[in-house]
């Protein structure tokens, strides 16, 4: 037997470093508050597909790998933020080769009329290719009380290319756990065709005060003591009510304490610019989540 | 005969992984590409059929190779061209447009003489097919 191998050994750091991925992992950790779970499958992702690179350095031969994903969580836990951080990682390790996030829901992808839908899915999977297909609330996609939706078409198609063009592109189906668990129940063709399922947990209240700070800062805002303390109320006292969306609904009420903040500034006439974000808490929406 | 049209075509015709790679280009320029065929290479035949619409907004060429094999299957017997069309002010037009497909047997011309009022000499170019 011969043996053609000319590299004998691959240096996996050296690899990484290359790759720059650490820079985004670290950036993920940095940027993104919480997500442990997500954070860790993000990295044995990427870590398995450094080695996967060195393996082919030293001419092993693996099979062509499949990174289809299903994000689960509830709303405004931060699926669609680190889908595009995933384009980002897939496309610095060379796993696809734009890095470009398609993100789409069943509107964009299912027809209205008979034979709409095939070239719909299609021209989306097209502009999709070389980067990461991000299908929002999935689920919706199959509808199991009407036999003649046409978003089982749109599925088939789908499952098609994310079977046959494999390293063309990576879907990323997104939505909440329940209702994901059901639509791969009754597609098991599709819950064979993703490997990767990761669920995004809750918040926790203080995760969110933490997510909080740095909207405002993002802002060039910042709370004052009073204020945060306010927002911190809100934050436990909305958690209870219905429709609670995470970071989301931070995101609403810090945006209605913009609009109070910015009427009081009129009525007092104080435009000195003042860089406080709420002064006294009277911009605190706390009253809002009470009733 | 072999049809001499567009850009490449004095070149051996390009494998697939050559077109991806031209597509790849027009793209990286910000052009649409899109795909033609015809049964017809006659060179005043401006007018090819299109293979579904201009793939705007496409990143990267695999959407075009997808179309051209699906294209293929088809129209595998007819010719089928790859566009890459500039959107640009001052451009608004084609800059890019290559053959990527040949019937096995390609059609010839015949060159014929007819003559006009008051002794005018024409000339016309015919597809000759089989």
Not at chain 2, 58 to 85: H, P, Q, S, W
Request: a neutral charge; glycine letters at 8%; aromatic letters at 8%.
């Amino acid at each position: 037997m011969t043996d053609t191998r000319v590299v004998e050994t691959v240096d996996l750091q050296a690899l990484l470093r290359e790759s720059r991925v650490a820079d985004v992992l670290d950036e993920l950790d940095r940027d993104l508050i919480g997500l442990k779970p997500v954070k860790t499958r993000i990295r044995e992702i990427a870590s398995l597909l450094v080695v996967e690179k060195a393996r082919e350095a030293l001419g092993v031969a693996g099979a062509p790998l499949s990174l289809h994903m299903c994000f689960t969580g509830n709303p405004g836990t931060g699926k669609t933020t680190v889908a595009m951080r995933m384009a980002e990682i897939l496309h610095r390790l060379g796993h696809v080769r734009k890095g470009h996030l398609v993100a789409v829901t069943r509107d964009d992808l299912v027809g209205q009329y008979i034979g709409h839908t095939a070239p719909k899915t299609k021209e989306v999977l097209k502009k999709a290719m070389g980067g990461v297909l991000f299908i929002d609330e999935a689920y919706y996609l199959y509808r199991p009380e009407n036999e003649r939706d046409y978003g089982q078409e749109a599925i088939e198609i789908l499952m098609q290319v994310m079977e046959n063009q494999r390293d063309d592109l990576v879907v990323i189906l997104a939505g909440y756990k329940s209702r994901m668990d059901r639509f791969f129940e009754s597609n098991p063709g599709m819950a064979s065709r993703v490997a990767h399922h990761i669920d995004f947990p809750d918040y926790s209240d203080g995760e969110l005060l933490q997510i909080a700070g740095r909207m405002v800062a993002g802002l060039g805002l910042r709370l004052s003591p009073d204020a945060a303390r306010a927002l911190g109320e809100y934050v436990a006292l909305r958690r209870r009510q219905p429709n609670f969306a995470n970071a989301r609904s931070v995101r609403n009420a810090l945006d209605r304490a913009r609009l109070r903040q910015a009427r009081r500034l009129i009525e007092a006439a104080d435009i000195r610019a003042s860089r406080v974000f709420g002064s006294a808490g009277t911009d605190a929406p706390v009253k809002e989540a009470a009733c | 005969m072999r049809i001499t049209q567009g850009t490449f075509s004095f070149l051996p015709d390009l494998t697939d992984e050559q077109v991806a790679k031209q597509v790849g280009y027009a793209l990286s320029q910000g052009w649409a590409v899109s795909l033609e065929h015809t049964d017809d290479p006659h060179p005043r035949n401006v007018y090819w059929e299109m293979w579904g619409l201009p793939m705007f907004d496409l990143k990267d060429a695999a959407g075009l190779m997808t179309e051209l094999r699906e294209c293929r299957k088809v129209f595998g017997d007819r010719y089928i061209k790859v566009n890459a069309f500039d959107s640009t002010l001052g451009f608004e037009t084609m800059r890019m447009s290559f053959i990527v497909n040949r019937p096995v047997k390609e059609p010839s011309f015949t060159l014929r003489r007819a003559d006009g009022p008051g002794r005018n000499v024409r000339y016309e170019l015919e597809t000759r097919r089989g």
